[in-house]
């Protein structure tokens, strides 16, 4: 007996495939795969047992990725039909579309193999799924000289059969669902090209990427390819060098040079950050950049996160450089002695860590070897949890607000398979998180596998002004991190307990936040972030004096401004501030030093001549920091 979800209960006698089970429904032309029991599979499946299955079609986002996936092998069948000698590495379907690493000797051209998967797809050819067993999938791809495919063969455990599709003449490797048609794509394009080391190594083969997209319409595949667009528009690398904000070069990957005026926005940032330490009821703190490895091998580091740490040697001692801040700040809490009645205490730290990303994954601001975070831990009783939680949440909205982020979705990513601690201990986490959201009357979606190895967390995404999604705060719940590096308070009974600390960042790595804010504004931030607020400028020498004198008394106001005093042209001039993204620019002629006026524009626009005190007035509330 077969339950098909929202729809009704068929019987069937014996083992029969997804696709005749689906004929009993209004839409099983429309049928890309069937959740079955929680397992999604294709049509092709044989169901044994009683279930309940659930229908997947193209406008499901499973469906959706279903039909990216297969478009990446599609996108492998027509390269080899165009560069036989070419070897396919790996092919994913990722957020929007999908890829494939290939090793190609000779340069290519994409709109060819675009056009050729458009002649692919029009042959409407049935895609077959096989089970083999390890020896025959060697042999299949030993004949058809892709040595990157036996390699990910060799890493399939012996006890699982290996997956293959056929595509006609073309034969893949995929865990599946694949479509079961080329007729079920409607919609899809190749996008361009990088590079990519295999294994990410860069020791390894420099591959070639080739992205795509695929939609189940035209329609919304034209506004996705739109947003690309202005996406690139406000690359916030392309713009951060024009502003003159700061460089990368390779002599650091991954490290960022903060010149003057970026530096003065991180400035700014970390001043309303640091106010919401104090106003919070945070205790600021600053540690070590290295610490012994024997921490990280007790905070459960050492087993979990090795590969993404640095590490250095001094006088026969290893050190790791930290990549995260938790185990110092437990530190800082185990160097006093703690009362239950002096608890929660809450730690602050605009902390410094330094991660080894692979350098094919490494991007601008977004991805950086090194970072700084607003990472705090609160050190709490059991009791304070909900309260602590509905705490930051309101914090961070409130933070997300004031720099301009009002579309916010929150998510609780649940216990990964790679974890540390008892099952126990985590289902009172999960559990106490989903708690404080119900309290703080928002909705959530919840992500299973998606947590830290020690503890669940609940994940802050903020949609920016072209409508991407990036995920910003997390705070977290650990029982097991305190107990294993020793963190104590003396309970009610005078008696050693070990308190619950929550991990909390709200705008996480300063970096990446600044590259964010780039490119949601697309360079022009808001007055009060922007690192120069106003120039003040002369129309001809005659008028040198006046500005000075102007420059002094609004900088005195604390408005960052600086003068510009060239012989040029004042079109000219106005011209290369407004590229800069300078929000003020005041002129100065005649008429506004006999009057004791001044000219203003604000972002292009001419606001006109207004009395220099009524102008001060206004600019200091206008340039002036938040505060939260």
């Known amino acids: 007996m077969f339950t098909i979800y929202e729809s009704s209960i068929r019987t069937f006698y014996a083992p029969t495939k997804i696709r005749k089970i689906v004929q009993y429904i209004d839409i099983k032309n429309s049928v890309i795969a069937v959740n079955i029991d929680g397992m999604l599979v294709d049509t092709e499946y044989i169901v044994n047992s009683d279930s309940a299955i659930s229908i997947v079609t193209i406008k499901d986002i499973e469906g959706i990725n279903i039909v990216r996936k297969s478009c990446a092998h599609i996108l492998g069948n027509a390269v080899k039909h165009i560069y036989p000698d070419a070897k396919l590495a790996i092919c994913k379907f990722i957020d929007n579309g999908f890829y494939y690493d290939i090793d190609f000797s000779k340069p290519i051209n994409l709109k060819a193999i675009e056009h050729r998967m458009n002649k692919l797809i029009d042959q409407d050819y049935k895609i077959i799924r096989l089970y083999l067993d390890h020896e025959e999938a060697i042999r299949i791809f030993i004949e058809r000289n892709e040595p990157y495919k036996q390699e990910i063969i060799n890493c399939i455990p012996e006890y699982e059969n290996v997956i293959l599709y056929y595509y006609n003449d073309y034969i893949d490797l995929c865990r599946g669902p694949n ?44 506004i996705y390819i739109n947003g690309l667009k202005e996406a690139k528009k406000r690359d916030h690398r392309k713009i951060a060098s024009k502003l003159d904000l700061l460089h990368i070069q390779k002599e650091a990957p991954g490290m960022i040079f903060w010149h003057y005026r970026g530096w003065t926005i991180w400035q700014v940032i970390e001043k309303y950050m640091r106010n919401v330490y104090k106003r919070c009821e945070y205790y600021e703190i600053r540690c070590p950049q290295i610490m012994d490895v024997s921490i990280w091998k007790n905070s459960g580091h050492w087993e979990n996160y090795y590969e993404n740490m640095f590490f250095t040697e001094s006088e026969k001692r290893e050190y790791a450089i930290k990549p995260m801040n938790c185990p110092n700040h437990i530190q800082i809490f185990n160097s006093g002695l703690y009362s239950y009645r002096m608890l929660p205490i809450r730690y602050g730290e605009f902390g410094s860590c330094h991660r080894n990303e692979l350098s094919g994954a490494l991007h601008g601001l977004m991805r950086t070897r090194a970072f700084t975070q607003d990472d705090g831990h609160i050190f709490c009783l059991y009791e304070h949890l909900e309260y602590e939680i509905i705490a930051f949440h309101n914090q961070s909205i409130k933070v997300y607000n004031d720099f301009g982020f009002n579309d916010i979705d929150v998510k609780i990513a649940l216990r990964p398979n790679k974890r540390i601690g008892k099952e126990a201990d985590w289902d009172i986490a999960e559990e106490v998180l989903r708690c404080a959201l119900y309290k703080s009357k928002v909705q959530w979606k919840e992500h299973p596998g998606d947590g830290a190895f020690y503890g669940p967390k609940i994940e802050y995404h903020i949609k920016d002004s072209i409508g991407r999604s990036w995920q910003l705060g997390t705070i977290q719940v650990d029982f097991i991190m305190p107990n294993r590096l020793g963190a104590q308070y003396i309970d009610k009974y005078g008696l050693k307990s070990v308190p619950v600390m929550l991990h909390r960042a709200i705008i996480g790595s300063f970096e990446r936040f600044i590259g964010i804010l780039i490119e949601h504004y697309a360079g022009n931030l808001p007055i009060w972030l922007s690192p120069l607020q106003a120039v003040v400028m002369n129309i001809t020498n005659a008028h040198n004096n006046y500005t000075k004198k102007l420059l002094k008394k609004i900088e005195n106001c604390g ?70």
């Open 179 to 222: 479509i079961q048609s080329t007729i079920n794509i409607n919609a899809f394009k190749l996008l361009n090209l990088s590079g990519a080391y295999w294994h990410g190594n860069s020791k390894s083969t420099m591959l070639t990427r080739i992205f795509g997209t695929a939609w189940q319409e035209k329609q919304a595949m034209n």
């Open 559 to 628: 408005v960052r401004i600086k003068s510009d005093l060239r012989n040029e042209k004042i079109g000219f001039k106005i011209r290369e501030h407004t590229l800069k993204k300078v929000p003020y620019i005041l002129i100065v002629g005649d008429k506004e030093v006999e009057f004791g006026n001044i000219s203003v524009r604000l972002r292009g626009n001419n606001l006109g001549t207004i009395h220099v005190n009524e102008f001060i007035n206004f600019i200091i509330n206008e340039c002036a920091v938040l505060s939260y």
